[in-house]
C-alpha cells in the first residue's frame, strides 16, 4: 500500500500562472477529497469527490479554482490564474467512502505564489 | 460553528502518559468523535474514533464520557515522535467529509 501520492510536492510559480496539482488515491478507495491548509484559516475541505463525480464544491474559493477526476486513479486540482493568497499546503486523502471509515492523507503540495 | 473544543497546546514528558481534552457539548446521538494527528510537513494521520464505549487500539485509547459531551485521548507512553497537532472532530454516522478544528498541539519533551 503506496497511499495517497500527491505531486509535485513543492510548487513555485508566478501570479498570473497556471498551475495544476495531481493526486493518485489509494487503490479500491472511492472518496477522493482536496484540503487546503494555511497558518490563519487551517485545513479546509475544498471538494470531494464519490466515485468520481464531485459531491460538495462549496468550499473551492472561487472560479479560479477547478478540480477533476477522470478516473477512480487519478485527480487534479487546477488554480488558473494563480494568486499570491493562493499560497498554501494543498493535501490529498482518500477513503472507502463507507461511513465510519477513515480518511487516508497525502503528504501535501505547498504551493508558493509570488 | 465549531464543534469541538481544544485546548491550543499542552506538553507531556517523554514515557509518561499523554490525556489530550476535547469537549463536544452540542454532539448529537449520530455523531462520532473522530481524532488524528498532524506531525509537521505530513498529512493528518487516523488515530481512532469511537461512538460511545471506549475504545483502545495500538495507538491510542479514547475514553468518552457517559453523557457524550467530552472524551480524552490517552497515548498511554508518549514519544517524541508523538509531538503534533491532534485534532477531535465530530462526525455524523453517513458522513463522508471531515471538518478539522484547530486543535491542540502536543509536545513531549525529553
Known amino acids: 500500500d503506496a497511499g495517497v501520492i500527491q505531486s509535485p510536492r513543492h510548487e513555485v510559480t508566478e501570479m498570473g500562472q497556471e498551475v495544476t496539482l495531481r493526486c493518485k488515491p489509494i487503490s479500491g478507495h472511492n472518496s477522493l477529497f482536496w484540503y487546503r491548509q494555511t497558518m490563519m484559516r487551517g485545513l479546509e475541505l475544498l471538494i470531494y469527490?464519490?466515485?468520481?463525480?464531485?459531491?460538495?464544491d462549496s468550499g473551492m474559493p472561487e472560479d479560479r479554482f477547478s478540480a477533476k477526476m477522470p478516473n477512480a486513479s487519478f485527480s487534479t486540482l487546477k488554480i488558473q490564474p494563480s494568486e499570491p493568497r493562493d499560497s498554501a499546503v494543498y493535501f490529498c486523502?482518500?477513503?472507502?467512502?463507507?461511513?465510519?471509515?477513515?480518511?487516508?492523507f497525502g503528504n501535501g503540495t505547498r504551493l508558493t505564489v509570488t | 460553528d465549531a464543534k469541538t473544543t481544544q485546548p491550543p497546546s499542552m506538553d507531556c514528558a517523554e514515557g509518561r502518559a499523554a490525556n489530550l481534552p476535547c469537549n463536544h457539548s452540542t454532539i448529537s446521538g449520530n455523531e462520532y468523535v473522530y481524532w488524528y494527528r498532524q506531525i509537521h510537513s505530513q498529512g493528518p494521520q487516523y488515530i481512532i474514533h469511537g461512538l460511545k464505549n471506549n475504545e483502545t487500539n495500538e495507538m491510542a485509547s479514547l475514553i468518552i464520557t457517559e453523557d457524550r459531551k467530552s472524551s480524552t485521548l490517552i497515548l498511554p507512553h508518549a514519544t517524541l515522535r508523538d509531538t503534533a497537532v491532534y485534532y477531535c472532530?465530530?462526525?455524523?454516522?453517513?458522513?463522508?467529509?471531515?471538518?478539522f478544528g484547530t486543535g491542540t498541539r502536543l509536545t513531549v519533551i525529553p
Open positions: 472532530i465530530v462526525r455524523e454516522t453517513g458522513a463522508n467529509n471531515l471538518f
Open positions: 469527490f464519490n466515485n468520481n463525480v464531485p459531491i460538495d
Open positions: 486523502a482518500s477513503s472507502l467512502g463507507r461511513p465510519r471509515t477513515p480518511l487516508h
